[in-house]
């Protein structure tokens, strides 16, 4: 890692701007927003124009098993990879920033850094990293945890979308092969710099430019289901019942007052509520909902997730419902690497912008890639804070400084001489 001062390496602003909205085009709905599930067609088309883009960068272009898409430029030293780049997948109704601009910043960065100085001395890859979001199947950070070796052996058939296909029905589909899945597993690199928005409203409410994370948040996701009896909505008197909906009601509501006691920056969310049997004149006999919880502190998450199931029996023995509470995952909150977030300081200095250190309450690719390698991110601004909506957006000034920070510190990690170590 570079010592001396890191000199600015400046990407090419409306080239990167261009990049955004070519593939903001992929998978963009009529109402807006846009939708690109793990293994779809707009999926697929989006991994093909991001290998196009690597490829017209000048980079070796290769697919792996699940489908994470990489761009190479080989260094002439013997020593780890170094590895950028983000996710290409979304949420439903997404932006067309979240993880796309992480991948787009590390092509041009790349590409920046070649035109000043030649092939790198540690060799580089940009990654398109094949989902983040958990888009189609309860499986966030599949291409990360594909690449460390960290996928269940029975993930691919037991995982199922909305409509009942399997992960490895839907690999087969875009001309995978779930039996060679394995083969994505790699341990040449030893680093990870990922650009992305904040998501948030730190860095416009402070006015400052860059964000460098510190520590990004823990989560766990929760299914709830609530039992109760299934009744005539007319003949049922009120004092009789066993209505589902209601109990869950209850505990929807309960399970934001937990987050909000616990205060910033505990989080909690319900959503993906079903109701059954479903119908106008019935009492609801069953519901189930999810829960997001998050913490950068696991012991208070621990106790965020003891108060939201408390509360949830309670209410249930209250009511005279049954619950069952299920930690469907969990991700332990992860300190950045000391090392590259310095890189990244000096980089932002370097290229004259502000900046500030911050948590990120999103989960990102960097929290599992942390686990095995040294791991870094910096945020540019989303204006009005606004994330996982059709309304995200980041100006391209900001997405520009961002990539050439983010090229200053791949330079300085990967292209600086030995004698600057
Ligand atoms: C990913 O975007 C998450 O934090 O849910
Ligand atoms: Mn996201
Ligand atoms: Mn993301």
């Given at each position: 890692m570079s010592g001396g001062p890191a000199a600015a390496v400046r990407v090419d602003e409306a080239r990167l701007t261009g990049l955004v909205e070519q593939l903001a085009?992929?998978?963009?709905q009529p109402g807006g927003g846009i939708i690109r599930p793990l293994y779809s067609p707009a999926w697929r088309e989006a991994q093909d124009m991001v290998a196009a883009f690597m490829a017209d960068a000048g980079f070796d272009v290769r697919e792996d098993a699940v489908g994470n898409v990489f761009g190479r430029l080989s260094g002439d030293v013997d020593e780890p990879v170094v590895l950028t780049g983000s996710h290409i997948d979304t949420v439903v109704?997404?932006?067309?920033?979240?993880g796309a601009l992480g991948v787009l910043s590390a092509i041009v960065a790349v590409q920046a850094c070649a035109a000043a100085s030649?092939?790198?001395r540690r060799t580089v890859e940009v990654v398109s990293l094949?989902?983040?979001?958990?888009?189609?199947?309860?499986?966030?950070y599949f291409g990360t945890r594909s690449i460390l070796g960290?996928?269940?052996?029975?993930e691919p058939e037991q995982l199922v979308d909305a409509e009942g296909v399997t992960l490895a029905d839907a690999a087969r589909s875009v001309g995978l092969d779930p039996a060679r899945f394995?083969?994505?597993?790699?341990?040449?690199f030893d680093s990870f710099l990922e650009l992305h928005v904040e998501q948030g409203r730190t860095l416009v409410d402070s006015g400052l430019e860059i964000g460098i994370v510190d520590v990004i948040t823990g989560l766990v996701w929760v299914e709830v289901v609530v039992e109760g009896r299934t009744d005539h909505a007319g003949a049922t008197?009120?004092?009789?019942r066993r209505d589902a909906l209601q109990g869950a009601a209850r505990m929807v509501a309960a399970v934001e007052s937990v987050a909000l006691q616990e205060g910033h920056p505990a989080v909690a969310t319900t959503d993906v509520v079903r109701v059954y049997p479903?119908?106008?004149n019935i009492v609801p006999g069953r519901v189930e909902f999810t829960i997001d919880a998050r913490h950068s502190d696991s012991a208070v998450l621990d106790r965020m997730l003891t108060a939201m199931r408390e509360h949830c029996e309670a209410i249930a023995a209250e009511r005279g419902v049954e619950v069952t509470v299920r930690a469907l995952k969990e991700t332990p909150p992860r300190d950045l690497d000391a090392g590259l977030r310095s890189v990244l300081r000096q980089a932002a200095d370097a290229c004259g912008a502000s900046w500030r250190d911050l948590p990120s309450g999103a989960g990102h690719d960097s929290q599992t890639m942390g686990t095995r390698v040294a791991a870094a991110m910096l945020f540019v601004p989303s204006v009005d804070g606004?994330?996982?909506?059709?309304?995200e957006y980041s100006t391209p000034e900001d997405c520009a400084r961002g990539a050439s920070v983010l090229a200053t510190a791949l330079h300085a990690h990967a292209w600086a001489p030995l004698s600057a170590e």
């Amino acid at each position: 890692m570079s010592g001396g001062p890191a000199a600015a390496v400046r990407v090419d602003e409306a080239r990167l701007t261009g990049l955004v909205e070519q593939l903001a085009r992929v998978g963009a709905q009529p109402g807006g927003g846009i939708i690109r599930p793990l293994y779809s067609p707009a999926w697929r088309e989006a991994q093909d124009m991001v290998a196009a883009f690597m490829a017209d960068a000048g980079f070796d272009v290769r697919e792996d098993a699940v489908g994470n898409v990489f761009g190479r430029l080989s260094g002439d030293v013997d020593e780890p990879v170094v590895l950028t780049g983000s996710h290409i997948d979304t949420v439903v109704h997404g932006g067309a920033y979240d993880g796309a601009l992480g991948v787009l910043s590390a092509i041009v960065a790349v590409q920046a850094c070649a035109a000043a100085s030649g092939m790198p001395r540690r060799t580089v890859e940009v990654v398109s990293l094949c989902e983040e979001e958990s888009s189609r199947f309860p499986a966030n950070y599949f291409g990360t945890r594909s690449i460390l070796g960290l996928v269940g052996a029975d993930e691919p058939e037991q995982l199922v979308d909305a409509e009942g296909v399997t992960l490895a029905d839907a690999a087969r589909s875009v001309g995978l092969d779930p039996a060679r899945f394995g083969e994505a597993s790699r341990d040449d690199f030893d680093s990870f710099l990922e650009l992305h928005v904040e998501q948030g409203r730190t860095l416009v409410d402070s006015g400052l430019e860059i964000g460098i994370v510190d520590v990004i948040t823990g989560l766990v996701w929760v299914e709830v289901v609530v039992e109760g009896r299934t009744d005539h909505a007319g003949a049922t008197v009120m004092t009789n019942r066993r209505d589902a909906l209601q109990g869950a009601a209850r505990m929807v509501a309960a399970v934001e007052s937990v987050a909000l006691q616990e205060g910033h920056p505990a989080v909690a969310t319900t959503d993906v509520v079903r109701v059954y049997p479903g119908g106008a004149n019935i009492v609801p006999g069953r519901v189930e909902f999810t829960i997001d919880a998050r913490h950068s502190d696991s012991a208070v998450l621990d106790r965020m997730l003891t108060a939201m199931r408390e509360h949830c029996e309670a209410i249930a023995a209250e009511r005279g419902v049954e619950v069952t509470v299920r930690a469907l995952k969990e991700t332990p909150p992860r300190d950045l690497d000391a090392g590259l977030r310095s890189v990244l300081r000096q980089a932002a200095d370097a290229c004259g912008a502000s900046w500030r250190d911050l948590p990120s309450g999103a989960g990102h690719d960097s929290q599992t890639m942390g686990t095995r390698v040294a791991a870094a991110m910096l945020f540019v601004p989303s204006v009005d804070g606004r994330s996982h909506s059709p309304a995200e957006y980041s100006t391209p000034e900001d997405c520009a400084r961002g990539a050439s920070v983010l090229a200053t510190a791949l330079h300085a990690h990967a292209w600086a001489p030995l004698s600057a170590e």
